[in-house]
């Protein structure tokens, strides 16, 4: 009974954990999308502005932006390859930044729910 209890107290750590780093993740998303998404749309995509929109669509945008920064096979597949190179490195890092928090907040949300499903909470 006690592993039970223990189990549930984290899993709900995780849940919330993730729930408040998805919330932070939007205002990042919202900080990027007001200050250095407009400058990516016109190096990398010549000027077409799709993802500075509207919030949604700016999230999305920074997740991709970020995976053109990370793997160069992403940034081949979507034609940035050369383009990526003349985005300085600062805006870069905060793009691979807000990745990496959005990845990590969503393997706390799905752990939780593993966890949930695992011992049927």
Not at 13 to 31: D, E, S
Request: charged share 15%.
């Amino acid at each position: 009974m006690e592993v039970l209890s223990l189990l549930t107290k984290v899993m709900l750590v995780l849940a919330i954990a993730g729930g408040i780093g998805t919330f932070i993740w939007i205002g990042l998303v919202a900080y990027l999308k007001s200050k250095w998404l407009p400058l990516l749309e016109d190096i990398l995509d010549d000027g077409v502005r799709f993802y500075s929109l509207n919030i949604f669509f700016a999230g999305t945008g920074v997740l991709q932006y970020a995976t053109v920064f990370l793997w160069p096979f992403h940034a081949k597949r979507y034609g940035m390859i050369e383009k990526r190179d003349n985005v300085p490195k600062h805006i870069q890092k905060w793009f691979v930044f807000a990745f990496c928090w959005f990845m990590s907040c969503g393997a706390l949300i799905a752990a939780s729910a593993i966890m949930v499903k695992i011992y049927d909470l």
